[in-house]
């Protein structure tokens, strides 16, 4: 198979990464076929054997391909396959990666921050933003998404709220209270409280290995199916790509949604942003939650949504009424750390710390 690399664009690993998923996923490479060897694939594509190497590491850590020892590599995507393996527990040993924690956050600029937007906007910084969130931080969060994670959306499809909880009684609201919600097992308790709270029915789906059970997972009555891909907590699991795009086909074949929490992929130790259900799915029937908590600081109590176009008129007519939960103040002291380069320069930069000492 031959692949065209740019060099003039950079990253050849990671054009040459996604040229090969592409091949996987449309069944050109089907399952447990083997890949071209690194120096093959390096001669045929005019690029190094290391950058060959990354592009190969960055499919293995994403479920699309296995390394066997002096054998190669080959393709364990496999969109047909529902084999579960062990059911993962609470006290089941927990198959964890590095955990990163955000003790390095650049207080001193984020200071800086704050004063300049008191500078600069004075006492407009008192009024009220919409209700969905101020113009000034859903467009920051749309140019980081674009830039950074390969999530293309519009402003209007953002719903700033103060805390991820917040967004999942909003979410309720939205989609109405005759649905069941089906959760990870384990997952952080609180999620099923808040739904709870909200006056809905929730059930669990024993977690195995690469995600949840896919034999529970096709029996659920469920209609909305509440997910943390990478890493979801306590188990510290993450969805292979053959279980993301489960999710998507569960969603899609049987008009259900998903809501993604993406809480900490920003901090993946991968030197490329995590694959989201939400970009599988092309925004259909999948809400995605993320929060600046974690990446910021939990005092920040700023998270946000994106919704797909066809829930909008659903959102407006059933919690449209809100205002929104964070003052305007915090919003555009955020939107400015993001738009001046320093929010992702601080992800970088903890990222390259954690890959340093795993």
């Not at 393996?85 to 590095?98: A, G, H």
């Not at 910084?125 to 969130?133: A, K, L, Q």
């Not at 997952?187 to 024993?206: D, E, H, Q, W």
């Not at 195995?208 to 896919?214: E, L």
Request: charged share 20%; with cysteine; hydrophobic share 35%.
């Amino acid at each position: 198979m031959k692949y065209i690399i740019d060099k003039s664009n950079g990253k050849a690993y990671l054009q040459l990464y996604e040229q090969i998923k592409n091949d996987i996923v449309n069944g050109v490479y089907p399952f447990n076929s083997k890949l071209p060897s690194k120096r093959i694939l390096s001669e045929e594509t005019d690029v190094s054997v290391i950058t060959v190497e990354h592009a190969y590491f960055l499919l293995c850590e994403e479920g699309y391909i296995d390394s066997r020892e002096r054998s190669g590599y080959f393709v364990c995507y496999n969109p047909e396959s529902t084999f579960d393996s062990t059911i993962i527990t609470s006290n089941t040993e927990k198959q964890m990666r590095p955990i990163i924690h955000n003790n390095d956050f650049p207080f001193s600029t984020y200071a800086k921050t704050v004063r300049k937007v008191l500078s600069q906007y004075g006492e407009y910084i008192f009024n009220s933003s919409s209700g969905t969130g101020c113009d000034e931080l859903k467009n920051a969060i749309c140019n980081y998404l674009k830039r950074s994670r390969g999530i293309a959306v519009n402003p209007r499809q953002i719903i700033i709220g103060a805390g991820s909880e917040y967004l999942y009684g909003l979410i309720v609201q939205m989609l109405g209270k005759n649905r069941i919600y089906a959760l990870e097992d384990p997952s952080y308790p609180k999620i099923a409280k808040v739904y709870r709270a909200n006056g809905v029915k929730t059930l669990f789906l024993p977690l195995v290995k690469n995600g949840i059970s896919s034999e529970h997972l096709h029996k659920t009555p469920a209609t909305v199916l509440h997910i943390t891909p990478y890493r979801s907590y306590p188990s510290r699991i993450s969805a292979t790509a053959s279980k993301k795009r489960e999710y998507v086909d569960w969603a899609k074949n049987s008009n259900k949604i998903i809501v993604e929490d993406d809480y900490e992929s920003e901090f993946t130790l991968l030197k490329k942003a995590e694959e989201t259900v939400f970009s599988l799915s092309n925004g259909y029937n999948v809400i995605y939650v993320n929060t600046f908590s974690k990446t910021v600081s939990p005092a920040v109590r700023i998270a946000y949504m994106i919704i797909p176009e066809s829930m909008i008129p659903a959102y407006q007519e059933n919690v449209g009424f809100y205002n929104c939960s964070v003052p305007l103040f915090n919003q555009l002291i955020l939107a400015e750390f993001i738009n001046s380069g320093n929010f992702e320069r601080h992800i970088n930069k903890t990222r390259r710390k954690a890959r340093r000492n795993q």
